[in-house]
């Protein structure tokens, strides 16, 4: 399998991390969409990361269907996010909003640095509103957790999309993460980033230039 897409992008860094935590071999290709839109391009004509290469050619796109196919060819034992139920649907709830927070986060950082002293005030206004309220959100669903993380005592894709969400929004928009106000998420994103996966797969955090 061949992974598109560096590691400053959370949803890049999450695929890459859960194939590190199932064991699968990967081969990793650090293409910015920026720079290198065109090599994305005959895999995915968005010329999005990330994105997946099967053996047989075959690229998915997006993480969510990309670990949704990694859940499958591991096995619903190994499977990383529960397979059924109001379970399933709570921990893809989860991971919805991490990923809305990083679609939010990463809106905001280009509208920042493409736009620089032309930034639409409104859609600003708008991403920051967004990001706060879904960062409340995320503390209180946390809290209530009293197990190491969401699946109970091994880690889940819950966890990790939060984790690698928090951390871009810390890097892009550290005004927007203060750790005391959202000490439960800070926590859980320390652990996570101890773990030896999330230490291996990382990259500080390149802003697109225009």
Not at 81 to 91: D, K, T, V, Y
């Amino acid at each position: 399998m061949l992974l598109i897409g560096q590691y400053d992008s959370p949803f890049v860094r999450r695929v890459a991390i859960a194939l590190r935590l199932y064991g699968l071999v990967f081969e990793h290709r650090p293409w910015s969409t920026f720079g290198d839109a065109d090599k994305i391009a005959p895999y995915n004509p968005l010329r999005r990361v990330p994105t997946l290469v099967l053996d047989d050619g075959e690229a998915l796109i997006e993480s969510t269907i990309i670990l949704d196919y990694l859940d499958e060819l591991v096995g619903s034992e190994k499977a990383m996010l529960p397979r059924a139920g109001a379970e399933r649907r709570r921990h893809q709830r989860i991971c919805a909003l991490a990923t809305g927070l990083g679609d939010k986060a990463v809106s905001l950082l280009y509208e920042r640095v493409l736009r620089k002293d032309q930034q639409l005030a409104l859609w600003v206004d708008r991403c920051t509103t967004q990001i706060a309220d879904v960062l409340v959100a995320l503390e209180a669903e946390r809290a209530k957790v009293t197990t190491p993380y969401w699946l109970g005592n091994r880690i889940g894709h819950a966890d990790v999309a939060v984790a690698c969400v928090v951390r871009f929004t810390r890097e892009a928009h550290p005004s927007l993460f203060e750790a005391t106000r959202y000490p439960a998420l800070a926590a859980h994103a320390d652990a996570c980033e101890a773990l030896a996966p999330f230490k291996e797969i990382v990259q500080p955090l390149a802003p697109p230039k225009g």
